[in-house]
């Protein structure tokens, strides 16, 4: 019944942009801290960004900062990604994950912290 579905992915060129979605049901999302991976095939999966469960706080890999944004809509139990200035580097499946916030912030990319986690939408960048 807990599950996270990821959405907003395709095929955009070099330099577009894109907004993911990541939807929460049977449960309400304001108790959970968000992040969002990703994961190239044959690489590890990385962490992108995460969002406290207010949203006041948030974090960036240094690869995406100043590139990606991510927010949250407690009201509509929705968390996003908007990316912008894509780079085919940034091709690969993104991932939202789940988890209450008891740990301190600066874990918040670490991937074993994360209880629940979204099937991934495809992203590829090419022209």
């Known amino acids: 019944q807990l599950q996270l579905v990821e959405s907003g992915g395709g095929l955009v060129q070099p330099g577009g942009s894109l907004r993911l979605s990541c939807a929460a049901s049977?449960?309400?999302?304001?108790?959970?801290?968000i992040a969002w991976f990703r994961q190239a095939p044959g690489k590890e999966r990385e962490g992108v960004s995460c969002?406290?469960?207010?949203?006041?706080?948030?974090y960036y890999a240094d690869t995406v900062k100043g590139r990606f944004t991510i927010s949250r809509d407690n009201t509509k139990n929705t968390v996003f990604l908007q990316m912008n200035s894509l780079k085919p580097e940034d091709t690969v499946v993104y991932y939202c994950?789940?988890?209450?916030?008891?740990?301190?912030?600066?874990?918040?990319?670490?991937?074993?912290?994360?209880?629940?986690w979204g099937k991934g939408t495809q992203v590829t960048v090419s022209s």
């Open positions: 969002i406290s469960s207010s949203g006041a706080i948030t």
């Open positions: 994950a789940a988890v209450r916030a008891r740990l301190p912030f600066v874990t918040c990319l670490i991937k074993s912290g994360y209880e629940y």
């Open positions: 049977g449960f309400t999302l304001d108790d959970y801290r």
